[in-house]
């Protein structure tokens, strides 16, 4: 009996081992279809209408009607996808469109139909929808196609007489200037200080929050608390999302909560854009890995803006910019010599210490400068 | 001269005159306010008003959701006689409705889920839900007619904040700024806040405080109610004033040189919400110092300061007010009471009753209700007939009032028929509406216009809208 009973110690084991160490995932079981009846007027209360079976609405296409056999969500797929079925290439390339060019075709990007606006280009916007799905439905093909272009290509520094005379760029005369998305400035200022960490996927990363901007968050009371180590510096789009109490960048740069689907966002311009930028850790810290890299890479103010400029705005400072950005670089370097403790708080700021062996000083002033260029609107904008 | 395009050419002339150096006159231009700031923000009809104007600043207390005028404003005895009663098809066959499908003789009527009382010496029937706002009835104008086009919340409140259906219009406040300009550079001149508690809260889009095709400057700014109303107001670690005053004077002096390269009316826009940002820097923890407010203040409003509730929006919206800030919305937004209005009323009414009377109260008690125009309402109102113990949204008929500014208290304007449903006498469409707060503000709606795509755009639409006239006691 005693290998038996060995066997069965073990196996029992192995049960639990497996129920606490194994993870578990969501099953969708097929079960029987609900029975669907035609509600007259829609009124749910009523079960007098007829026994349906799943179908396309009929006003929408004779295609998909009931066959003997019932419909399952292949069929569906399939509906959506077919090609006798324009709505789908149309809307999705329409949405392409936008994010090169800030709005679709369509204006509307979440209403093709009726309630939606014609495309200013309905030729165009046809013409891609074919091009995609006669690609095999290729995104990188479409979105090729439109970066080509000579429409894409275009400066967005048009002349006052063009821009009134056509406010809404239906013409396509010249490109459209645009903000960046909130979470694009984000990663911009992360990219250029080289903080940023571009993992793919994974748990939500938590950047720096203002102390208690959760206190008022209820059912149940919780406690914001950072990363502290490289997820700090993740990309913009695996920010922990909060709904009711969205993180103050991406709520001040038009992120929406999530409540609700949103296929277009709003670009607003409003100081609390600026605060944001001016005093959030986040910026402030990348403002000074950036400006550590300068002062490790170049002695002198005038260099240390020519690669500064490279980067960030991939052009040479004017003659009258790098004039005023010494300026301030050299009153900096005064006031902070006067009082190097402030400078040494300065720098550090954020969880990413400054070197052992730099001049806090240098370091510092040079950071003002990196602020202001990270502030700036040419920084934070598509033209 | 308009003057953004004055302010553009000041600009490109003292480009071409400065060589680009940050002067002390450009730090004190920060520091202080000098005259380019202040007009800055001047409006286009500063100087030009139509008339004489009576308020100079507005505070818009939104009900969003929908309120019930039967449960509110509306005294309707012959819906209580017919409640649970069939509601008459004379009233209902042909008509849109929201939820309510079916067969239109299966309706029945829902009567008045509160009493109603007389109160002040004016003697309005008003419901007993909201004691508080019944103790300023003779203050208030109450305006029993209003209509509106659309039955869904978004398109409603878009329609009542922009007079358009459309989105991408102005809206009010930005309409207001855009005219008037603003009384403060310290603060935005156009400031929104949610609050929380009581209810569904309805979901509000930013799009409802947005400048459409006026100047993005002009766009409403969210302060957030619940903790600090804006964040990252404090310098960083290490810099002083004057230092960010240097910082940003080169961030602006920056992007003025790209101003002049680039064709792009946001860099003005930027330029001028940096300035902003930097005053809001000191002006927003003194407006945030409620310390100074005496205890009985705050248990008049039931407010607990940074709490997130209507109660300390109201206070604040009071504070705002008199730091200059032209249009104040507060947005509560709980009165969507498609089942169970009784108990959805009393909890709205624990909510906002006692604030919204303390906030009239103490306007008055300040000598600034004369000149602050309050407006409390939502974007549409709600059916006679039942939707379970709820009623459903409608359009025919709701109810809104307004205090201050010019605007006789103690009236009543407007009636609807015996049930509630439509508006029988002297109906009030959201464009006469607005007429009549332009007409308040020194504005004649018909000469106030936006020229863009050809067109002279105008907040009250291009059907013709007219001044409510009778509540007024201008006139």
Same mark, same amino acid.
């Given at each position: ?5 060995k066997k ?6 192995q ?25 007259p ?14 179908a ?5 296409s004779?295609e ?8 399952t969500?292949l ?31 369509s ?35 479409l ?11 275009q ?6 007489q063009?821009?009134e ?13 645009r903000?960046?998305p #909130? ?5 911009? #200022? ?5 903080l ?13 929050q ?7 968050l ?8 950072q990363?502290?180590d ?27 909560a ?5 296929a277009?966002?709003?670009?607003s311009?409003t ?36 690669? #500064? ?20 670089f050299?009153k900096q370097?005064?006031?902070?010599r006067?009082?190097?403790?402030? #400078? ?5 700021? /954020?969880l ?11 370091l510092?002033?040079?950071?003002t400068?990196?602020r ?11 033209y | ?7 553009s ?8 005159n ?7 006159a450009?730090l004190?231009?920060l ?11 001047r409006?286009?009809?500063a ?17 969003a /959701? /929908?309120p ?14 017919l ?14 409705l ?5 067969n239109r ?24 839900a ?30 009542m ?7 991408g ?11 008037l300009?603003?009384e ?26 947005h ?5 993005s ?35 602006n002096?920056?992007?003025r040189?790209?101003?002049? $390269? ?8 930027r ?21 100074e407010e ?23 919206? $009071?504070?705002?007010?008199e ?15 498609h ?13 906002i ?12 008690a300040r ?31 709701f ?8 605007i006789?208290?103690?009236?009543t304007?407007?009636?609807t ?11 009030v ?12 503000l020194?504005?004649d ?9 050809g ?14 006239k ?6």
């Amino acid at each position: 009996m005693a290998p038996a009973r060995k066997k069965i110690a073990e196996l029992i084991k192995q049960e639990e081992h497996l129920k606490t160490n194994t993870r578990s995932t969501l099953v969708t079981l097929s079960t029987v279809p609900r029975t669907i009846k035609l509600l007259p007027r829609g009124d749910w209360t009523d079960d007098s209408g007829e026994v349906l079976l799943p179908a396309a609405p009929e006003f929408l296409s004779s295609e998909g009607q009931p066959s003997k056999e019932r419909l399952t969500r292949l069929d569906l797929a399939e509906w959506i996808t077919a090609r006798e079925n324009p709505l789908t290439a149309r809307a999705f390339t329409n949405r392409v469109w936008a994010l090169f060019f800030g709005t679709g075709l369509s204006r509307d990007l979440q209403d093709l139909g009726n309630q939606g606006q014609w495309p200013t280009h309905p030729e165009l916007l046809d013409w891609l929808s074919v091009e995609f799905v006669e690609s095999g439905w290729d995104v990188k093909h479409l979105v090729k196609l439109i970066i080509t272009s000579k429409a894409y290509r275009q400066s967005s520094n048009a002349s006052p007489q063009l821009m009134e005379e056509d406010p809404y760029n239906n013409l396509y005369a010249r490109q459209n200037s645009r903000r960046l998305p #909130a979470e694009f400035i984000r990663d911009n #200022a992360l990219a250029v200080s080289g903080l940023l960490n571009p993992q793919l996927g994974g748990a939500s990363a938590r950047p720096y929050q203002p102390a208690g901007y959760y206190a008022q968050l209820n059912f149940p009371k919780r406690k914001y608390q950072q990363h502290n180590d490289e997820n700090q510096y993740r990309r913009g789009l695996y920010m922990h999302w909060q709904r009711s109490f969205l993180h103050p960048m991406l709520a001040a740069f038009d992120a929406p909560a999530r409540e609700e689907c949103t296929a277009a966002r709003e670009s607003s311009n409003t100081p609390l854009q600026a605060l944001n930028q001016l005093n959030d850790p986040t910026f402030v810290e990348a403002a000074r890995v950036f400006a550590t890299e300068l002062v490790a890479k170049e002695k002198a103010i005038k260099p240390r803006l020519q690669v #500064a400029f490279k980067r960030l705005l991939n052009r040479p400072p004017s003659g009258e910019e790098e004039t005023l950005l010494t300026e301030l670089f050299n009153k900096q370097i005064k006031r902070y010599r006067s009082a190097p403790d402030d #400078a040494k708080k300065l720098i550090a700021i /954020g969880l990413a210490l400054p070197p052992e062996k730099v001049d806090p000083v240098d370091l510092a002033a040079t950071t003002t400068v990196t602020r202001a260029l990270l502030n700036l609107q040419e920084t934070i904008t598509r033209y | 001269m308009d003057p953004l395009l004055a302010n553009s050419l000041n600009r490109r002339a003292f480009l071409q005159n400065s060589s680009y150096s940050v002067g002390s006159a450009a730090l004190l231009s920060l520091l202080g306010q000098d005259e380019a700031t202040a007009s800055q923000w001047r409006g286009t009809l500063a100087e030009k008003l139509h008339y004489p104007p009576k308020a100079k600043r507005i505070i818009h207390l939104c009900m969003a /959701g /929908g309120p019930s005028h039967l449960e509110t404003l509306d005294y309707k005895p012959e819906l209580a006689k017919l409640s649970g009663k069939g509601m008459p098809t004379s009233f209902t066959e042909g008509q849109q409705l929201a939820q309510l499908q079916g067969n239109r003789s299966k309706l029945k009527c829902l009567g008045p889920q509160h009493e109603f009382k007389r109160y002040g010496k004016c003697g309005r029937m008003m419901s007993s839900a909201f004691p508080n706002i019944g103790s300023i009835a003779d203050e208030i104008a109450v305006i029993n007619s209003m209509h509106t086009e659309q039955i869904n919340h978004d398109p409603a409140h878009t329609f009542m904040n922009t007079g358009s259906i459309i989105p991408g219009r102005p809206s009010m406040g930005s309409w207001l700024l855009y005219g008037l300009g603003a009384e403060t550079d310290e603060l935005p001149g156009y400031v929104v806040m949610t609050s929380s508690g009581g209810g569904q809260d309805q979901p509000i889009a930013s799009r409802q405080w947005h400048s459409g095709f006026l100047p993005s400057k002009f766009q409403g700014v969210q302060f957030n109610s619940k903790g600090d109303p804006v964040h990252y107001v404090n310098n960083p670690a290490g810099v002083t004033r004057a230092d960010q005053g240097e910082l940003l004077e080169t961030i602006n002096q920056m992007n003025r040189m790209l101003g002049y $390269r680039q064709n792009d009316p946001e860099i003005a826009t930027r330029i001028a919400q940096y300035e902003m940002a930097f005053k809001m820097q000191t002006s927003v923890p003194g407006l945030m110092d409620v310390t100074e407010e005496p205890k009985n203040v705050l248990e008049d409003y039931g407010a607990t300061p940074g709490d997130g509730s209507f109660a300390s929006n109201c206070l604040l919206a $009071r504070r705002l007010a008199e730091r200059g800030v032209r249009f104040i919305q507060l947005y509560h937004r709980g009165w969507d009471h498609h089942g169970g209005v009784k108990k959805g009323i009393e909890t709205v009414s624990r909510h906002i009753d006692k604030a919204t009377a303390a906030l009239v109260k103490d306007l008055k008690a300040r000598g600034m209700l004369e000149d602050t125009l309050i407006i409390w309402g939502g974007e549409f109102g709600r059916t006679p007939m039942a939707q379970g113990s709820g009623r459903d949204h409608h359009i025919q008929a709701f109810s809104l009032w307004m205090a201050g500014a010019g605007i006789k208290g103690g009236t009543t304007y407007g009636s609807t028929d015996e049930l509630g449903y439509a508006v029988a006498q002297d109906g009030v469409s959201v464009h006469d509406l607005h007429a009549t707060i332009l007409q308040q503000l020194g504005i004649d709606h018909h000469r106030f216009t936006y020229k863009f795509q050809g067109l002279d755009f105008k907040l009250t639409g291009v059907e013709s809208a007219k001044v409510v006239k009778k509540i007024l006691s201008n006139s």
